[in-house]
Nanobody
Framework: QVQLVESGGALVQAGDSLRLSCVAS????????MAWFRQGPGREREFVAS????????YYAESVKDRFLISRDNAKNTVYLEMSSLKPEDTAIYYC?????????????WGQGTQVTVYS
């Protein structure tokens, strides 16, 4: 059974930094994609960042580019999201997602989410 478990969410002040972690169990995703999405209050879930294959290829939403960094440790089957210069609009539940392949499409697995709240 595949599971994705996020951690690291917290209540932080604007301008602070935070690192989220997502540990995958049940299979590896070195041949697929690991990604972060988020859903803010009253908003639809949106893409944040993704890491393809070994992690050399990454993509970011424009709203987080230059502030967030996605990385993965394939030996630990873990993907990280390092967030800096946090803003109140980054407040959301952050979800980890994984795809078994690098072919664009729906993600196969989702975590339960971790809450990030940024206050000004």
């Amino acid at each position: 059974q595949v599971q994705l478990v996020e951690s690291g969410g917290a209540l932080v002040q604007a301008g602070d930094s935070l690192r989220l972690s997502c540990v995958a169990s049940g299979r590896t995703f070195i041949d697929g994609i690991m990604a972060w999405f988020r859903q803010g209050p009253g908003r639809e879930r949106e893409f944040v960042a993704s890491s393809v294959g070994t992690g050399d290829t990454t993509y970011y939403a424009e709203s987080v580019k230059d502030r967030f960094l996605i990385s993965r440790d394939n030996a630990k089957n873990t993907v990280y999201l390092e967030m800096s210069s946090l803003k109140p609009e980054d407040t959301a539940i952050y979800y980890c997602a994984a795809s078994e392949t690098v072919i664009p499409g729906a993600y196969d697995y989702w975590g339960q989410g971790t809450q990030v709240t940024v206050y000004s």
